[in-house]
């Protein structure tokens, strides 16, 4: 193989990895329980946990074992109660995302830059 096709293949093969790495998806855990509350509509269907990011929007999961927050619609969550009328509920509880799991834009506890995609909006 020549040598200049050579460095090519290798200048494109980071290209994808170079992609991912600006997404702000953070690997983080927290030492301890982080409480959320705020109002939920249902429309994503019974939630686990979850936190409100430092971006602004709720993340979720729909149970322990997923390995990914979920970042969801800000038509769908809201911190403080809605005004007039509506069909949202109270949220509230607690979460301490473990080591591993991808949680973007956790406002508490440790955590560094991660390589992959996650967090979009699912409507």
Do not use: K
């Amino acid at each position: 193989m020549n040598r200049p096709l050579t460095f090519a293949l290798l200048a494109l093969s980071t290209v994808p990895l170079a992609a991912c790495a600006g997404t702000g998806v953070e690997v983080a855990y927290a030492p301890g329980p982080y409480a959320y509350d705020g109002w939920y509509d249902g429309y994503y269907g019974p939630i686990y946990d979850g936190y409100w990011g430092n971006d602004g929007y709720f993340y979720y999961r729909h149970g322990e074992g997923e390995g990914a927050f979920v970042r969801g619609d800000r038509a769908h969550f809201a911190r403080q109660a809605p005004q007039g009328p509506h069909n949202f509920q109270r949220i509230q509880g607690n979460t301490a995302p473990r080591q591993g799991v991808r949680a973007p834009h956790f406002p508490g506890g440790g955590g560094h830059g991660g390589g992959e995609h996650g967090g979009g909006e699912r409507h």
